[in-house]
């Protein structure tokens, strides 16, 4: 984990060095999961809404691709038990622009995050009773920047987020899709 955060932090600086402008953004998201369990030759399934919040920081690049960071929070509320949770995570995400227009700036997005769980399965995390509640997730993106104003922005996006648990005795996986909508300001 310290070395993921290591790598993280210098692609981040790396980019700093080769950006053309900084922004700073915040946003919410809407939709809805899956999670799939597979334990002892059984498969069990949950339907779930989401409601989340994000920040991000992200470095504009010179040919006006960009490189994303995001810390960001999913409560998660189960369709058909009174089972309720919220991830919390980080992702980082390169967004490859394209049609780049003055007002209108189409997107697709990949990257990867490390999500945790605050109460998996009715279990309280914190106090220890399920152990490496952590999760790596693939994140996928589409979307498209309005710039507003010259330093102002809103973006609206479609986010797929992969998560796979890591537990040893069994697969646990969420697959969440949400609508973000935030507004970034450009340095």
């Known amino acids: 984990m310290k070395n993921i955060k290591i790598i ?3 692609v981040l600086l790396s980019s700093g060095l080769f950006a053309k402008n900084m922004y700073v953004g915040i946003g919410m998201m809407g939709g809805s999961g899956k999670q799939t369990l597979k334990y002892d030759g059984n498969t069990y399934k949950a339907d779930y809404d989401t409601s ?15 490189i994303e960071f995001s810390v960001n929070k999913f409560d998660i509320t189960c369709k058909d038990s009174s089972w309720t949770d919220t991830y919390t995570g980080y992702d980082i995400n390169y967004l490859w622009t394209f049609l780049n227009r003055d007002q209108i700036q189409p997107y697709i997005g990949l990257g990867f995050g490390l999500y945790t769980s605050d109460n998996m399965y009715g279990q309280n995390i914190k106090t220890g009773d399920i152990e490496n509640a952590s999760a790596l997730a693939l994140v996928l993106s589409g979307g498209v920047l309005f710039n507003i104003e010259e330093h102002i922005e809103l973006e609206v996006n479609f986010n797929y987020h992969n998560l796979t648990w890591n537990y040893e005795d069994f697969d646990l996986s969420d697959d969440i899709s949400t609508i973000y909508v935030g507004v ?3 340095f």
Do not use: E, T, V
Not at 52 to 66: E, P, T, V, Y
């Open 8 to 10: 993280i932090f210098l």
């Open 184 to 186: 970034n300001y450009k």
């Open 52 to 66: 989340a919040s994000s920040f991000k920081f992200g470095f504009i690049l010179r040919n006006q691709n960009r």
